[in-house]
């Protein structure tokens, strides 16, 4: 994204951070931009993932919906028993 930016602009990427650490206006212009670019590729994720794109889907649902579609892993001892750790410190790590 920076690259093509800076392409367009006819700056190097060195100018265009340059730029970015000094001026706050710019700064900000550069994270509005960044966000427009953000929201346009969420929109196409969106549209492929209508379009039967499992991976597109599963992605946006994990992400929108993390309170459902979160993953979670449970890992128990032997028969679904709890799993017990222990910690063995050395001799010197004990207070």
């Given amino acids: 994204m920076v690259g093509e930016a800076c392409r367009a602009a006819h700056i190097s990427r060195k100018t ?6 000094r001026d706050e206006a710019f700064r900000k212009e550069w994270d509005q931009a960044v966000e427009a670019g953000l929201d346009g590729l969420e929109a196409a994720l969106i549209e492929r993932g209508k379009k039967r794109d499992t991976t597109a889907a599963i992605f946006i649902l ?3 919906r993390p ?7 449970e ?3 032997r028969d679904g028993a709890p799993l017990i750790a222990q910690i063995y410190l050395p001799d010197n790590a004990r207070s």
Wanted: proline share 0%; aromatic share 16%; net charge positive.
């Fill in 62 to 64: 994990k992400h929108r």
């Fill in 67 to 73: 309170e459902i579609y979160r993953e979670r892993h």
């Fill in 16 to 21: 265009a951070y340059e730029w970015r650490e």
């Fill in 75 to 77: 890992v128990t001892g």
